[in-house]
């Protein structure tokens, strides 16, 4: 293509636009279409001016960035965290637009990010925080504009506070600016679960198309927050051995397998999952080279790098986390016969629950936990059967697969709505 760029391994955008040019070729994306794809329809940086409790005042930057909205509202999670750039926050619009089209959901993408780290602030400062950083977005946010949601370091808490704070400077309530809001305030049942359960159908429909069983098979999770925790309990539940977990601090490693409710208990007590009983610890580096059936990172991006790929040994990735393999990474597992379910596919359950948040919300008619997960897993089956049958037509990976369903989708909507003026 023109202007080629050399792409930098460990910066996200870079990844993004690669895997985007990837599928350009197969699906023969004109350059026109290409260019369009390749850049984000807007982005805000804001400073978020704050009090801290010590009376000081600090200055946070904080990002909001809009891929596309052709398919819908743009719609991502917003992160807190002390590495976010504006680069990762671009890059996760991007995968958002393509999450959001390859389980055929009516959103665009868009992605959010504070960098701060909430591990050294106060929940009085961390909302003051999030009050600030909403209303300096506010301009672009809003239930048919675009909707965010939680990701890395934000909850429900602070999804309320975002509502409350916009709903304040528009004199009524407006629960749909944003999802995974506390259920009190108009959040769906199964919202908190829903990232972890999409993760758990996805590693089910791979292990069927392979003819396993998950009973007794050994899993390996990296990050033991919201989807990795989830997905632990819901796999152990279903007879997989969970081998090792790890969180920021570390791993821990058990070969005849973890006690997970214990060790939700253990980690809901002493915050991180470190000396629990009867287990070894090891690093995260470690924990993502071990001998395993399936390997699910769920934590950031960028661990599987042409660093480890040579010597990750699982059969099965599953991509709970957004961005945690590097294209060059993809290559070496490809060439190994690993299998890579994408995380814009393997994640996707987070925000299809939004969406379902969002549509409960606006016909004001809520569903059933057990309506939620149903509806749920009939959308991951779908999309997964729709990825393999691109992946059988166009003898590809599942990540190029996937891709190849979510560009094109994206590509003939852009068609439809044509370029404006
Ligand atoms: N942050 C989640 C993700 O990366 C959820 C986004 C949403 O629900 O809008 O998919």
Known sequence: MKNKKKYIQDNPWHSALKQLENVAKIIKLSESELEYLRHPRRELTVSVPVKMDDGNLRVFTGYRVQHNDIRGPY????????????????????????????????????????????????IRELERITRRFTNEISIIIGPSKDVPAPDVNTNAQIMGWIMDTYSMNHEFAIPGVVTGKPISLGGSLGRREATGRGVTFTCMNILKKLNKDIKGLNVVIQGFGNVGSVAAQLLYDLGAKIIAVSDVKGGIYNSNGLNIPKLLEYASKNRYVEDFPQSEKISNK????????????????NQITTENADKIKAKIIVEGANGPTTPEADEILNSKNIIVMPDILANAGGVVVSYFEWVQGNQEYFWTEEEVNTKLKQIMDSAFEYVCHKKDKHKVDFRRAAYIVAVSRVAEAMKHRGIYP
């Open 75 to 122: 719609k991502g999670g917003i992160r807190f965290h002390p590495e976010v750039t504006i680069d990762e926050v671009r890059a996760l619009a991007m995968w958002m637009t393509w999450k959001s089209a390859v389980v055929n959901i009516p959103y665009g993408g868009a992605k959010g990010g504070v960098v701060c780290d909430p591990d050294k602030l106060t």
């Open 286 to 301: 470690q924990l993502l080279t071990l001998k395993c059936d399936i390997l699910i990172p769920a934590a950031l991006e």
